[in-house]
């Protein structure tokens, strides 16, 4: 008698697990997605009930279920009644034949059905277009006004229509650079670093200091009765080459 009693009391947290039963709720607002829960089944839930992860309620058998360009994981057999939550991505939903195509105005990687997009088409990351490495090269690529660009990854053969990925303007600087001076009004100008072929194959903006000449002076232009501007201008051509407002102390003429 003591044994088997004994063995009831050994059975009974299996009895209480037996009990229990995973449910799923769909959320009529975002369905297929839905809550998970586990519950009391004798009661229905009324003497327990408790929401758990979603995975719980995993069922063997899944599809995938593509909804207003998101996709989901459902039950198959209720299409999301009993399952349903959001996948890491769109490729999952991709129909069978389905490839990556690259949008070059925009800059963007698409998902694409056989049909080139008609029946399906999803956003992806840009990694999903990205051809081998030993198909990529860097280029820049001069701006309409003949100065300054952006350095591109591009396929090596297809070109940018093919893929484009933006880098920062310096990788594309080649080891042999020059720099020149550009005048921009009465008083103004710019610095601009240059591939010693030409502005392009790399041009870029830098500061004024990089076109500095050896041999410069100073010239004075009055505001008013009360203030001036100070000008470190190169010697040659007395700031056509070269100018950059100072502090006021260094047109001071000497005592």
Same mark, same amino acid.
């Given at each position: 008698?003591?044994? @088997? ?9 299996? @009895? ?18 839905? +809550? ?62 389905? @490839? ?8 963007e990687c698409w998902l694409v059905d056989p049909s ?12 999903? *277009? ?16 003949? @100065? ?9 053969? +297809? ?6 990925? $933006? ?23 710019? *610095? ?18 990089? *076109? ?32 950059? $407002? ?10």
């Amino acid at each position: 008698m003591r044994c @088997l009693i004994i063995l009831v009391f050994s059975l009974l947290p299996a @009895l209480s697990f037996a009990q229990e039963v995973r449910r799923w709720y769909p959320n009529k607002n975002s369905f297929p997605e839905g +809550e998970c829960v586990r519950m009391h089944a004798p009661s229905d839930g009324n003497n327990y009930v408790e929401k758990v992860k979603s995975e719980e309620c995993r069922p063997e058998k899944v599809s995938y279920l593509w909804q207003k360009n998101i996709c989901y994981e459902v039950d198959s057999e209720t299409q999301g009644q009993q399952f349903g939550v959001r996948t890491d991505g769109p490729i999952p939903c991709a129909p069978e034949g389905s @490839l990556f195509a690259f949008e070059d105005k925009k800059r963007e990687c698409w998902l694409v059905d056989p049909s080139g997009g008609l029946k399906f088409r999803a956003k992806v990351e840009m990694k999903e *277009c990205m051809p081998a490495k030993e198909n990529i090269i860097k280029k820049f690529f001069v701006n309409a006004t003949g @100065l300054g660009g952006e350095c591109l990854e591009v396929h090596k053969t +297809e070109g940018p229509t093919r893929w484009q990925w $933006r880098l920062n303007t310096y990788e594309c600087k080649p080891e042999k650079t020059k720099f020149l001076w550009r005048s921009t009004g009465e008083l103004k100008g710019e *610095c601009w670093e240059l591939a010693e072929d030409g502005p392009q194959y790399y041009s870029e903006k830098v500061g004024l200091d990089s *076109c500095r000449p050896k041999a410069v002076t100073y010239r004075f232009e009055r505001q008013n009765e009360m203030r001036g501007e100070c000008y470190e201008i190169d010697y040659q051509t007395k700031g056509q080459n070269w100018i950059k $407002r100072v502090e006021p102390k260094f047109c001071r003429p000497d005592p």
